[in-house]
């Protein structure tokens, strides 16, 4: 089997490789007495949720973009049987369970599966019933936690330049997602022999998430201290990459409310082309940036904060005058309904040509008077779990710009 990397250096440059996982049975284990436990405010219909995510594959595909399913590269993973072993303890020691007889049935009927089934399984979560445990005197219906929010695969790892940021997710719920990206760059043989450098390590107590790691150009990052990271885990992998070599001269740090209708940094600003931006308008009066670099002679990590406009800090970092394009085009009602549909978390696939959900449609009839082309999606159900197409996908490879 052929051998690859990865390679990010853009947000905009053409998408070659993406990764996506389409909604599965772990959407169907959603009820609403767990859907805060499970980070969801309500419950996608999976069929018309699937059928969705067919049409937005389709985008990618008709672009000549390839595409990649997280649940095959993992089964392709796990296939040797000392692997696939460590890869289920490693998930159960990520459940948190607490119980060694349940510990230890749960080990059994997922090592009796064959490896693709076995992952499908861990995806959409175990029932009691399911493998008959009357030990288990807890009124909770699952042995094994579902993980309904695995659609949205920008989060547990990200593919910076030609590197990956193992994440420390912040919500129990999500934690072991990161699982699935350590084995694939660890064991599948697209990469176990290309040593992709690995920045930031999932076991590290400081949260950090993709949403919050955009790779603005090869020299420059941003990253948000939000909700789900920290200003820590900002550092350490700031450090991590500056040692390593690799292009990055600045790293912008975008210190966000820290609520749930801002997220990540992606919810509520994305480029969309060489110097244009969406952003919500409500983070622009809190909004503080501060600049990291590297000061290669000592081996520091410099932090200074920047007084100036979120355009001029943009402009001097990008060295072109950058526009910001504000969601729902600056009418607070709009910019507040088409936020909490992610109308600011676009994804571009080529520089002036993104994805949106169809139902934001005021932000995208303005994109497209800024020159931007935009495939609008079907999102009744998708938008459901709160994230757009930029959380939904995780680029591997783009062209250099």
């Known amino acids: 089997m052929e051998q690859r990397g990865v390679k990010v250096y853009s947000e905009i440059g053409k998408l070659k490789t993406v990764l ?32 969705e995510h067919d049409k937005f594959a389709e985008v990618f595909k008709m672009n000549g973009i390839e595409v990649l399913y997280l649940e095959n590269l993992v089964t392709d993973s796990i296939k040797d049987l000392n692997i696939k072993e460590q890869f289920v303890e490693d998930i159960l020691l990520k459940s948190n369970l607490v119980d060694n007889k349940i510990k230890e049935e749960l080990k059994k009927y997922l090592l009796n599966m064959l490896p693709k089934e076995m992952i499908d399984v861990i995806m959409a979560g175990v029932r009691k019933e399911d493998i008959l445990l009357k030990e288990s005197k807890s009124e909770y219906p699952f042995l094994l936690e579902p993980m309904p929010n695995l659609y949205f695969t920008r989060d547990p790892f990200a593919c910076i330049g030609s590197g990956v940021s193992l994440n420390s997710m912040r919500k129990v719920a999500r934690r072991r997602e990161t699982l699935f990206g350590k084995y694939i760059f660890k064991y599948h043989p697209w990469f176990k022999d290309t040593n992709v450098s690995i920045y930031y390590d999932m076991d590290n107590p400081s949260c950090i998430e993709g949403g919050d790691q955009l790779v603005l150009s090869k020299e420059v990052l941003a990253i948000g201290c939000s909700e789900r990271t920290d200003k820590e885990a900002v550092l350490k992998l700031a450090s991590n990459i500056f040692k390593s070599g690799e292009t ?67 402009s001097r ?85």
């Open 248 to 314: 990055f001269e600045k790293i912008l740090l975008f210190n966000i409310p820290k609520i749930r209708a801002f997220m990540h940094l992606d919810t509520v600003f994305t480029m969309v082309d060489y110097d244009k931006f969406t952003i919500h308008p409500e983070i622009e009066d809190t909004l503080k940036v501060i600049e990291i670099s590297y000061d290669k002679a000592n081996k520091n990590v410099i932090t200074k904060e920047c007084e100036e406009s979120l355009e001029s800090v943009l």
């Open 20 to 51: 996506l996982h389409k909604p599965g049975r772990e959407i169907e284990n959603l009820t609403p007495s767990y859907l805060e436990n499970l980070l969801f405010d309500d419950i996608p219909y999976l069929k018309i949720a699937r059928e």
């Open 317 to 401: 970092a990008l060295k072109t005058e950058v526009t910001l394009i504000r969601c729902g085009g600056g009418d607070k009602i709009a910019a507040g309904r088409e936020q909490w549909n992610d109308g600011s978390n676009t994804l571009a696939i080529s520089p002036g040509k993104v994805i949106t959900y169809d139902r934001n449609y005021v932000t995208n009839e303005l994109l497209d008077k800024h020159n931007i082309e935009v495939y609008a999606i079907k999102s009744s159900e998708l938008s459901r779990g709160r994230g757009g197409p930029r959380c939904m996908s995780m680029p591997f490879v783009r062209e250099d710009i």
